[in-house]
Nanobody, 124 residues
């Protein structure tokens, strides 16, 4: 059974960092594109960062470029999102998603498998 489990969310102050993990089970996630998405209250879900099959390419939303980094740990079957210099506007539920057919794309409607999400709150 294909499963994605996010962890690492929490409450931090502006300027601090968090590392989110997306642990995959039931499949080899290296053969899937993995995306991180977020949804804030009252807003549409948006793509934050995505990594293609085998990690060949990555992309980032303009709002997080230079602050967030996505990468794979193939041995752990896990994808990470390092979030630095967090801002209050980064507050949202963060989801990871997987799909075997997506290329270098960070559109949520193209991802088939989803985790349950982890809350990130940035507040002083």
């Amino acid at each position: 059974q294909l499963q994605l489990v996010e962890s690492g969310g929490g409450l931090v102050q502006p300027g601090e960092s968090l590392r989110l993990s997306c642990a995959a089970s039931g499949f080899n996630s290296d053969y899937y594109a993995i995306g991180w998405f977020r949804q804030a209250p009252g807003k549409e879900r948006e793509g934050v960062s995505c990594i293609s099959v085998h990690g060949k390419t990555t992309n980032y939303a303009d709002s997080v470029k230079g602050r967030f980094t996505i990468w794979r740990d193939v041995a752990k079957n896990t994808v990470y999102l390092q979030m630095n210099s967090l801002k209050p506007e980064d507050t949202a539920v963060y989801y990871c998603a997987a799909d075997p057919t997506v290329g270098n794309n960070c559109q949520d409607y193209e991802y088939e498998y989803w985790g349950q999400g982890t809350q990130v709150t940035v507040s002083s």
